[in-house]
């Protein structure tokens, strides 16, 4: 019997269950960045956009479809964290936007949605470029539109418009060199591919744990003291059914739950036919799991951390103290004349945040290249900082996208988005900010600044790869520049004066060096005064920028 329409709770549902998939599959995704930095990349950023969203949908009871479209917009916009992250959002945004007034969604519907989230996010990216994301989301559209001519039902639209999703998928290296370079597809992609995939699960009605979503990680963790939770022994309360294979005997359950009193305490054992239901207190849940499999297949799994019970009291503390002492800051900040300019800058690592600070930075937002700071994280920052105009410093090119998508829900500043790729260029623009001139002056004279600038970095390779025609293998030093990797080798001081040979050049004047928090301080003055000999005629500053993943931070002017 044909499905013609999708209700409101379907698409919950499937909303979710996307969520959820995408959740499930982002180490896979992140194993397909080109890049083969140290960071949480396209997955981890397109999970912690979408989980936002999933959040807000998981607190609604009994939605319409314009709530439902409201709660997967906002939370999507707010969460949405580095480009694929953002652009992710966008297609959600514009996708609900396309079906808010309806009452359930047929093919024509789903087609017109498609279409819609495609042109919104097509509209968000500057220049946007064939073979990624947007590809695969400009593919699906097409492919719905086709198909809304030829079937009203969606139990045949929405398979064929994953095949043909798939197809345009595994075209995107023949698009962008660089992923053929890599031998991969484009990480977005895979990932739009996973959301739409999980929320066809959960069309065909497959069973989703949607118990696992949780709020998207933060900037910052409250830091728990392990004596509060040591008096509890086992700390894992660990329940599932077992769907036995073949007859589960009297002799099975007793050795079952003597192998289960080996490893925890509070066990339950009960067998009814071919099922099995176990509960037990332990600490380590896989033991109980894969002695479990031996018997059949497992389902109805849940894990509670028992311990965060005794947790939540003092989290409940740190977030009351918290709001208390967010409450006299804002007080503070209020009693305080707003002033005509601010800055807001992303930065990590002790040292670099207080050069930042002396520079006059109003606000830091931890975050960089391991985690890209949220849209909310921005808009929190910016209410922050008591001033006419803020002028934002992403610092990295996956927080570009974020920081302008704040600035676009702003009413009542003027935000400036000056699109510093490094933190080098960062230092470099508030450097040249001039007090005494108005806004615009300042913009212009900052991004002229900014692209005087030389930046490198140095860090290690987690997977082998293939780019810009350098082999690289995991663990391997990588000197990356602004346009790509400019060295490659095994150790940290000759990869970065490798990397140096192609920045300096005869109108070079300064070298300016942050070392991480991995690098000794005797080290780094001796790489210092190897690169001082090297370039005579080029000053040479060192600072401690105490960044982690990347070796060195550097800058040439």
Do not use: W
Request: charge should be negative; aromatic fraction near 6%; proline fraction near 3%.
């Amino acid at each position: 019997m044909a499905t013609k329409t999708i209700s409101v709770d379907m698409l919950a549902k499937m909303f979710l269950a996307g969520a959820q998939n995408i959740e499930a599959k982002k180490e896979f995704i992140n194993e397909l960045n080109v890049f083969p930095v140290p960071d949480g990349d396209t997955g981890t950023n397109m999970s912690l956009t979408i989980m936002s969203a999933a959040k807000e949908v998981t607190a609604l009871s009994k939605p319409d479809m314009k709530e439902l479209a409201k709660a997967i917009s906002s939370g999507s916009l707010r969460g949405a964290r580095g480009n694929s992250g953002v652009i992710l959002s966008q297609l959600l945004r514009g996708f609900t936007k396309s079906i808010r007034e309806e009452k359930e969604i047929d093919v024509l519907g789903l087609a017109a949605a498609c279409s819609r989230a495609r042109d919104t996010a097509y509209k968000a990216v500057m220049k946007p470029k064939e073979g990624t994301i947007l590809t695969v989301a400009s593919g699906i559209a097409d492919k719905a539109a086709q198909m809304a001519e030829e079937t009203d039902d969606l139990e045949v639209f929405i398979p064929a418009v994953i095949e043909h999703a798939e197809e345009v998928l595994a075209k995107t290296p023949d698009m962008l060199p660089v992923l053929k370079e890599a031998g991969v597809v484009d990480s977005g992609g895979q990932g739009l591919l996973e959301v739409i995939k999980g929320a066809y699960d959960a069309f065909l009605g497959k069973e989703i744990d949607y118990s696992a979503i949780s709020p998207s990680a933060g900037m910052s963790v409250t830091k728990i003291n392990a004596q509060d939770t040591a008096d509890i022994k086992f700390g894992y309360c660990t329940e599932f059914i077992i769907l036995t294979e073949k007859e589960f005997t009297e002799t099975d359950e007793h050795e079952f739950k003597a192998y289960l009193s080996s490893i925890g305490d509070s066990i339950v054992c009960v067998a009814d036919d071919d099922v099995v239901k176990i509960h037990v207190h332990t600490n380590d849940p896989g033991l109980a799991i894969q002695r479990a499999l031996t018997y059949g297949q497992l389902s109805r799994m849940k894990i509670d951390n028992m311990r965060e019970e005794h947790q939540e009291k003092l989290i409940r503390d740190a977030e009351k103290l918290a709001a208390e002492e967010a409450e006299k800051e804002a007080q503070k900040k209020a009693n305080e004349p707003r002033k005509p300019m601010g800055f807001i800058t992303v930065s990590i690592g002790e040292g670099l945040n207080e050069i930042f600070k002396e520079l006059g930075a109003d606000y830091i937002i931890e975050g960089g290249q391991t985690m890209n700071p949220s849209t909310e994280d921005m808009l929190n920052a910016i209410d922050q900082v008591n001033a006419d105009t803020v002028f934002i410093l992403p610092n990295n090119k996956n927080i570009l996208l974020a920081a302008n998508q704040a600035k676009a829900l702003v009413e009542d500043k003027e935000i400036i988005v000056i699109p510093t790729k490094t933190v080098p260029q960062g230092i470099t623009a508030i450097i040249n900010f001039m007090p005494d001139a108005d806004a615009k002056m300042n913009e212009e004279t900052m991004l002229e600044e900014i692209q005087r600038v030389k930046s490198g970095q140095v860090t290690y390779a987690v997977r082998d790869t293939h780019i810009d025609d350098k082999e690289i293998h995991e663990g391997d030093i990588m000197g990356i520049g602004d346009k790509g990797i400019l060295a490659v080798g095994k150790g940290i001081e000759e990869t970065t004066k490798a990397m140096l040979e192609q920045l300096v050049d005869e109108e070079s004047e300064l070298i300016s060096l942050y070392y991480g928090e991995e690098v000794k301080e005797e080290d780094a003055e001796q790489l210092i005064q190897e690169i001082e000999e090297l370039y005579p005629d080029v000053d040479v500053d060192a600072h401690f920028g105490g960044q982690p993943i990347y070796y060195y931070v550097l800058a040439v002017e």
